[in-house]
């Protein structure tokens, strides 16, 4: 059974940083274009990074261009996102999956809290 563990999440006040990891066990992940994915209360889930297999490839949401970063490293089948600048609206829990294809199994998710 494939999983999916996301973790970093927390409490940041406005401006603050955070980093989330999400690491799988799914063997395809070095081949595959992973992103982070947020769902904020009462929304639908929605693709905010994405990053190519190789990682030579980044797309952002445009409420978040500029202040956040996608990352990976193969070697661990992890994908890493660092969050700069944080702000009220990026409240939500945070997951990781594929985006093209065959999902993963969707993991816990990891919650950001942005609040003074």
């Known amino acids: 059974q494939v999983q999916v563990a996301e973790s970093g999440g927390g409490l940041v006040q406005p401006g603050g940083s955070l980093t989330l990891s999400c690491t799988t066990s799914?063997?395809?992940?070095?081949?595959?274009?992973m992103g982070w994915y947020w769902q904020a209360p009462g929304k639908q889930r929605e693709l905010v990074a994405q990053i190519s297999s190789s990682g030579g490839s980044t797309n952002y949401a445009d409420s978040v261009k500029g202040r956040f970063t996608i990352s990976r490293d193969n070697a661990k089948n992890t994908v890493y996102l660092q969050m700069n600048s944080l702000k009220p609206e990026d409240t939500a829990v945070y997951y990781c999956?594929?985006?093209?294809?065959?999902?993963?199994?969707w993991g816990q998710g990891t919650q950001v809290t942005v609040s003074s």
């Open positions: 999956n594929t985006v093209y294809g065959l999902r993963l199994p």
């Open positions: 799914a063997i395809s992940f070095s081949i595959s274009t």
